[in-house]
């Protein structure tokens, strides 16, 4: 099991990994794929997406909610990372991909091609993930795998689950101010499944915690 110093370390590389990837991508809106500076930024990127595979074999980034995950370990939120993470969230989701896996053996051509895609807007429309796929496939990238979102149960989305959340909490409000009318007892199983259902969705929408720290 890796020590404290390890997870430390395998943070450091994934937020690095992030942030040079969000440099990349932003370049590439602007500039050729040939451009030195989209070459300068995607050298330093590959070169950590190489050792992250060297020690993990894989490499996963995958949406779930409004969270970002790395090889199934939450890329940690924060002042100075979290509009990376926002940006990616929303980048891959307007695409409907749920997950970018890169392999051992992934080129820098490949890298290249994958950063261009994702950067690329045709008239204002964004590539679909059926596009995106065909694309990748048609250039011979074959150590870049892209999933697509699920169909969505729309009750088990996000939106609904917040609104679930609001709706709760009126109901518990009401139920104290009630109880203070009766002088009697309020559900303590309310209360329970609203901090519950609050928990799993600060879980989810990090952005939403932080907001009602600052305020």
Same mark, same amino acid.
């Given at each position: ?56 074999? #894989? +490499? @996963?980034?995958?949406?779930? /909610?409004?969270? &970002? ?5 939450? *890329?940690?939120?924060? %002042? ?17 991909? #749920? +997950? @970018?896996?890169?392999?051992? /053996?992934?080129? &820098? ?5 994958? *950063?261009?895609?994702? %950067? ?18 048609? +250039? ?76």
């Amino acid at each position: 099991m890796p020590g404290p110093e390890e997870n430390a370390r395998r943070q450091k590389l994934v937020r690095d990994l992030l942030a040079r990837f969000h440099v990349v991508l932003k370049i590439a809106r602007v500039y050729e794929p040939g451009n030195r500076l989209v070459a300068e930024q995607l050298g330093p990127l590959f070169r950590i997406l190489t050792l992250i595979l060297h020690a993990e074999g #894989t +490499a @996963v980034l995958r949406l779930h /909610g409004n969270g &970002l995950f790395f090889n199934r370990a939450k *890329v940690r939120s924060d %002042s100075s990372n979290q509009h990376i993470i926002q940006f990616f969230v929303s980048e891959l989701a307007s695409h409907g991909i #749920t +997950a @970018v896996a890169f392999s051992e /053996g992934v080129s &820098l051509e490949e890298l290249t091609r994958l *950063v261009v895609l994702l %950067s690329a807007r045709e008239a204002g429309r964004t590539i679909s993930f059926e596009e995106a796929v065909r694309t990748l496939r048609e +250039a011979g990238v074959a150590h870049i795998t892209l999933e697509a979102n699920p169909p969505e149960d729309e009750e088990a989305g996000p939106y609904a689950r917040l609104v679930k959340v609001y709706f709760l909490g009126i109901r518990m409000l009401r139920e104290i101010i009630d109880q203070q009318k009766r002088e009697g007892g309020f559900s303590i199983g309310l209360a329970r499944r609203w901090m519950q259902a609050m928990i799993r969705h600060l879980e989810e929408n990090e952005s939403f915690c932080l907001g009602l720290t600052t305020m």
